[in-house]
Every structure is written in C-alpha cells, then in structure tokens.
C-alpha cells in the first residue's frame, strides 16, 4: 500500500489549533493524509491527542526577543522538520511563517503552505515598539512567505493585496479563505427573550481589540439612560503588549452596566444569550467571533477595518464604525438597541450571510483543495481512507 503524505501544522499555540483548524485537520486525516500537529502546549495539547492526531510541543514565545532563545526554537524546528519529514508543512502566522520556511528549505520540506491570519500586535498597534519592528516584520516577509513550491493563504483580500505589492508573494501563489468556518449546526438563531438588550463582546482582551471603545460607548450610553447590558467575555492575554490587566477589568465588572463573564468555553451558549454583537478591533484576518455571531443570527457592529468588514455589509446585518471611535460606536449600538424590528432584519441577513460565505464545509474544501495542488492523495489511498470512514 502506497505511504500518506504527511501534513504537519505549525502554530504558536495549542488552543488557536483546535479553534481555527482542528475541523481541517480531522477532515485531511479523513481525505488519506497523515496528521502531525506542532505548536506550543498550554492546557489543549491533550485535546488534540484524544482526536488520534499527535501532537509535538514547540517551546514558541509569541512576544520573545532573546536571539538565543529564538534560535534555540529555530533549530528545534530544523531538528523536528528532518525528523518528521513532512511532504506538506501548513505554518500559522509571523514566527512558524519566518521559522519554519527557513527550517523547511533546509531540511528539505517539499511543499509549504503559509497562512499570515491576523497579522497581529505589529500590524495593529500604533506603539513606538510595534512601529519600529513593522518594517523589519514586512522585509523578512519578502523573503520566507512565498518559497518554491507554496502556497499562501489568506483570509481577508486586504492583507492578499498588502503582500502582493510588498511583493512578498506571487500573485499566482496566493489563496483566499475567509476565515475558519463555522459549524452551521451548532451556532444557530434562537428565540430571544422581551429582556434589556445585551450586547456582548467576545474577544481576548486588549486593547487592540477595541475593548476600551466598548467599555466607553457602554458608559457614555448609561449616561443616556439607555437601558442595555454590554457584556465582555475573554480573558486577558499577558503575552500580548496590549493586554487589559484583570484589575482593569475587575473595576470595570458592575460599572454603567458593564459586565466582564470571564473565560467562556460555550460561546454558542453566550451568543443565545445577547442580542448584539460588538467587536470594535483595530484590525483582524477575519474574526470567527464575528461569524459565530453571523451564524447565530445577530446584528453586528464592528471596524471598518481590515478582516472585520468582511463579515458586515454596512446598513444590512450591522454597521461599520471608525477605528478608535467610541462615539461613533455608541451611536450604532444605541440605533439597535432601541430598535427590536432593525435588530431582527439584519439578524436574519446575517444568518443568511453565514450560510453563503462562512460555513465550515466550504473552508475545509477549500483548503484540502491546496493541499491536494501541493501533495495529491493517491486514489488508492483515498479509497481506502472513505471505505474505513
């Protein structure tokens, strides 16, 4: 019997595995691949485990800038890559992208899929630390995004466009795939009770992600009088240089209506509980939070900004708001929280959106089709993978 290629997803964390690719994983294993799952391990490295995929813990720092350190990582990967001997490696934002194309060309890795989602902190961030890296992030970018024989995927054709005239990619090379997809089953409308309208933010917390504009727009509507809860769910991220401390958000808990329900694994759940959706972020690829709330039938209000204006069509399933702008944020909130009817006409639109765009089927398609240009499953193996599932 012919040998499955091998795919190996690099990332620098456990948990962003299993909520943006663990579905694509699975569904490779299914189409006759062998999957090998490297990123660093925190409390979901066993999840992954318990699925039949191996997991390899890599001792990524996200924020780290100490040359041995990251060399340290650099070979690791160099060491794994020959170990493993992948025919397909997928690298998951800026350090596997840089670390591990330079350890696949040379241990000789023969086809690489690069995937920039987020672009994070550098690319967001007006700090001076973020502006002074930003250029040397966009060079090294030139030079490991788009080796021979890769892809690059993106999730939102701002950033597809930004590293074509960086001229870090070929345009031939590049892929779009909005986002991660959404489970259409799970994350569905329910029947909202008559209650005070609650407006939920699901997000890590930082700054970044707009959670002081929320927290603003919430207390300059309190001085309204106008009669909402503004619900933030997330827990903070200390790597993160923007990251909210948890006594900023303990003293923000019961103030002008503001509450901060913590860590939440049962986002469908809080979903069933708001009535809005507010992701006000300075930049995104594209936001599964965003989708999940598409999906479940809410009205969103959010950025117009890279990735968030993927998921609203302004005026028809939200409104798209500046960045930084709590005022302007608090006058789209405060359109639908007094008006039910608006709220449910642009729920349904995006329900609807969700179903066109955003499903979970379509992403994986899509994204076994890459694998397949890169490494083609032979039809004997393919055979045998859909008799035994």
Known sequence: MPSKPKLLYLLTEDSFFCSHFMERALAARAAGYEVVVAARENSYGERVRATGLRFISVPFNRSG???????????????LYRRERPTIVHQVSAK???????????????AVVNAPVGMGYIFSSTDLRARILRPWLRLAYRFFTNPKHSKVIFENPDD???????????????????????????????????????????????????????????????????KARFVLVGAPDPINPTS???????????????EWWGWREDVAAVLHEAHIVCLPSYREGL??????????????VTTDTTGCREVVDDGKNGFLVPVRDAISL????????????????????????????????????????????????SSSIATIESSSS
């Not at 596997?96 to 023969?110: C, E, F, H, N, Q």
């Not at 259409?184 to 707009?210: N, Y």
């Not at 909210?244 to 503001?258: A, D, F, H, Q, S």
């Open 65 to 79: 800038m100490n040359p041995f350190r990251e060399f340290l990582v650099l070979l690791k990967l160099w060491m």
């Open 96 to 110: 596997p992208i840089l670390y591990g194309s330079l350890a696949a060309r040379l241990s000789g890795v023969s």
């Open 160 to 226: 597809l466009a930004n590293f074509v005239n960086w001229k870090a990619v070929r345009p031939a090379d590049t892929v779009l795939i909005r986002g991660a997809g959404i489970n259409l089953d799970q994350f569905q409308p329910v029947e909202k009770p008559e209650t005070i309208p609650v407006i939920v933010l699901t997000a890590r917390m930082l700054r970044d992600k707009g959670v002081e504009e929320f927290v603003s727009a919430a207390h300059q509507l309190y001085d309204e009088k106008i």
């Open 244 to 258: 909210i401390t948890v006594e900023m958000l303990n003293t923000w808990n019961g103030e002008k209506n503001v």
């Open 287 to 300: 936001p599964k939070s965003l989708i999940e709330a598409a999906a479940c039938g809410l009205p969103i």
């Open 330 to 377: 608090a006058k789209a909130l405060k359109k639908l929280i007094l008006d039910s009817t608006l709220c449910q006409r642009m729920g349904a639109y995006s329900r609807k959106k969700a179903e066109a765009e955003f499903s979970s089927e379509q992403v994986i398609r899509e994204t076994l089709a890459v694998y397949s240009q890169l490494a083609p499953i």
